[in-house]
């Protein structure tokens, strides 16, 4: 089956800094990559939608400039949260979409859980 | 714009006891999919069930169980005889062909969570 890799899968870091986190399609090229954000109890919310080559689409309310997102590859998407505050710490789950599927199925990356201190 | 809700919060269950999670969602498209993830405490997000909106038929597998019905826009899952390991968040999913991004957008919109404990 598809399989969708994060890394790091836990990453500590002091407030101000920047830090990457990675999302890669190991078995597939996919075009399409999602970025979700997930506050403790709470359910999964759309940060952005990432295409392969082209600048990523974000939700309503999601700082561009502080969730950078690229994706340079079909294999890879990056997100980059710039300037990192406490209230950033949240677990970030990374999803990617294989074209050659005929249903509608995003493959979920096991998540990446940032604590910023 | 698409909506999923998942009216029941937490739910406590003996082991053995059969359980129902709820899920209604809202959608003007006619082309759509729904979904059930498993959420265990380690966070990973497990795949349970797929279906389109142009396949009502009830699906069974193993302990699990879903009911899709288009005329309550309502697709429940039912866990028979439950085990401690079936202690998790249940996410219920849509998305739809069109949406509000245009064909294609492919995005998941997702309910609140059900989070279930099942003590033995």
């Known amino acids: 089956g598809a399989v969708v890799s994060q890394h790091p899968s836990r990453v500590i870091c002091k407030s101000g800094t920047s830090v990457k986190i990675e999302c890669r399609s190991l078995?597939?090229?996919?075009?399409?990559m999602f970025w979700y954000r997930q506050f403790p109890k709470k359910s999964l919310m759309l940060m952005a939608t990432?295409?392969?080559?082209?600048?990523?689409?974000?939700e309503q309310g999601v700082e561009k400039d502080k969730f950078l997102i690229n994706h340079a590859s079909l294999t890879l998407s990056t997100l980059t949260v710039t300037s990192a505050h406490p209230e950033d710490s949240s677990f970030y789950i990374c999803?990617?979409?294989?074209?050659?599927?005929?249903?509608?199925?995003?493959?979920f990356g096991p998540g990446t859980r940032l604590t910023v201190t | 714009a698409q909506k999923v809700t998942q009216a029941q919060t937490e739910i406590s269950v003996v082991e053995k006891e059969d359980v129902t999670l709820d899920c209604v969602y809202e959608?003007?498209?006619?082309?759509?999919?729904l979904f059930w993830y498993k959420q265990p405490p380690s966070g990973e997000l497990v795949f349970l069930i797929r279906r389109n909106s142009f396949d009502e038929q009830n699906e069974i597998s193993g302990r699990y169980s879903w009911n899709f019905q288009k005329s309550t826009s309502s697709f429940n899952f039912t866990i028979t005889a439950s085990q401690v390991v079936d202690s998790a968040v249940y996410f219920c999913?849509?998305?739809?062909?069109?949406?509000?991004?245009?064909?294609?957008?492919?995005?998941?919109?997702f309910g609140k969570g059900t989070k279930l404990s099942v003590i033995p």
């Open positions: 990432s295409n392969e080559g082209s600048k990523a689409t974000y």
């Open positions: 999913a849509l998305s739809e062909a069109f949406g509000d991004s245009g064909a294609g957008s492919y995005q998941l919109t």
């Open positions: 999803s990617a979409r294989d074209p050659l599927a005929v249903t509608y199925e995003q493959y």
């Open positions: 078995d597939f090229q996919a075009t399409t």
């Open positions: 959608t003007r498209d006619t082309t759509y999919y």
